[in-house]
């Protein structure tokens, strides 16, 4: 059983906001306040909060350092994630700079890249050639891991990976990639998304051509 | 009145399939086989396209280049679509590289960064200075954006494309970004979709700890 994945991004963000919040001086907050900074509602703020146990106050709203506690717990902050990328292109360099990345429990352990011009196992993380994955993932027990590789090498990527250990993937590759039932991936194909929204500026100026649905 | 965002980036992905398809001369598909290829069931794909009157026929399943041409109409892939990137950095430069961007009928027309060292007027496309912005943009009559700048500017990067005449972005600035009702923003949290997955990788170790929600 499992949680949706938009749930646990909306706690993930409540996060940061009360972490933002705390940091300048606020003790209590409300679902209004935080439904408000995060374009949501407050009703769905309670429901989430609900489903941990996490009951507010009708008057003073939430106490923040305990909210904050919990939400800790609840998402295992403390407990520092490494993660693996594959391909060392200007993707996993983005990745890298990703602001907050550092600092959030993420460390990115070593990336991989199938050309030897790209590989330096000097930097850090370290560059490996593709054949190190396995061993480097199996030893230390790396479970997290990023495809950003060219979509064709990417099944094959994602075959070694979890013949390696790693138990979920961020597949950057364009296709639809095939795994276990237990192992979770969680796409991005930044193209589809961009055309996604090329496609809705497109169709508002065209008004009543479709149907709405879910 | 729109579709929902899962709907469209359903049916770009149908589309992408069904090119691969007719490259190796397939002549008509099955919901069962694009359900296949996609990870979708074929209850979805049947749904999807009954939206939009398109019927197969249960033995002979859907002619693929009348799919084809339907969805091309649908989704206005003639119709090349220019956009702006602000911030260009290493997430720019990924864009720019990533598979199939250029021929899908997404043209990225210039790149905006307010760093004077990394502005580049004579490259393909042009890099310029953030001040540039509001011209080229208006002139140019484009209407999608990139936001890939720093989260601390990013609402004020998308307020000047707002004004310029943008109509809708792909975010990654890590923020809640605030524009008009009928402007589209996609958000792309890259940290926060990675959080996710190793989220979900603690959790499934512990069996039990959190209770199902939608």
């Known amino acids: 059983m499992r949680l949706a994945k938009q749930t646990i991004l909306r706690l993930f963000q409540y996060r940061e906001f ?4 705390k940091s300048i001086g606020i003790k209590n907050v409300y679902s209004d306040t935080l439904a408000e900074a995060l374009g949501s509602s407050a009703t769905q703020v309670r429901k989430d909060f609900s489903l941990f146990g996490i009951t507010g106050n009708k008057r003073a709203g939430y106490q923040l350092d305990d909210l904050l506690s919990q939400l800790n717990e609840l998402l295992g902050k403390n407990e520092k994630q490494k993660v693996i990328i594959a391909g060392a292109g200007n993707l996993a360099k983005a990745l890298m700079q990703y602001e907050g990345f550092k600092k959030e429990g993420i460390e990115i352990v070593a990336l991989f890249d199938n050309d030897p011009v790209k590989c330096d196992p000097q930097n850090d993380p370290p560059i490996l050639p593709i054949e190190d994955l396995y061993n480097f993932v199996s030893e230390k027990q790396v479970e997290l891991g990023v495809i950003a590789v060219p979509y064709y090498v990417a099944q094959q990527i994602l075959d070694l990976m979890i013949v390696a250990g790693i138990k979920g993937v961020l597949n950057f590759a364009p296709i639809y990639l ?9 796409d991005m194909n930044l193209r589809l998304e961009l055309e996604t929204v090329a496609y809705l500026i497109k169709t508002r100026t ?7 649905s879910s």
């Open 18 to 21: 009360l972490i933002l919040a």
């Open 178 to 186: 095939k795994a276990p039932k237990d192992f979770f991936i969680n």
């Open 206 to 212: 065209k008004a009543g051509v479709h149907k709405e």
